[in-house]
């Protein structure tokens, strides 16, 4: 077996894999500012996992104007596309696009259907002289989404008033046809 070499500097890869990945163009983020989401209202980021492609959701982050959220990400569930949302990949000298499609609004017929995969939450940050403290968190995790499946990231405001949200996500992307290394057991 040849040895595998980094694309942009020639060298053999010692470097972790999402590194290498990071190298080849292939990792990619999306990040959605939720501008004064109400007390006790939902917003839904969805994810459309194409055919053929394993997305490896790698890092969600979060961060809050003092609000007291939780983020659940969920399997399943119907929408239409709404606004779409730019991914950017994170190798800015590389022309590859993500495959999967992210949508923000649209019109929701299902939501927190299906299967509850993961929840982040995070407190409020309290009061100080100068007002509320800003709340943040991340959670690194590796979700491989199956292809031809839709995920919901809902975001849920539980603290009192409208707050400002924003909600990133990182992942690379596999082809079916080439990842020996994912079997689907099912």
Known sequence: MAEKKDPLSGVTVGINWEHHQTHNGETYQFQKRILALSDDASATVWVRVPAGIYMHLKKMQLWTDGAEVRVLLHEGGTATTGVAITSRNRNRGSSQSS???????????TRDTGIELDSISIGGGGATPSGKVGGGGDELLEWILKPSTDYQINVLNKSGAASIINVRGFWYEQDVATSDDIQDRT
């Open 99 to 109: 495959t999967v499609q992210i949508y923000y609004s649209g019109t929701i017929t």
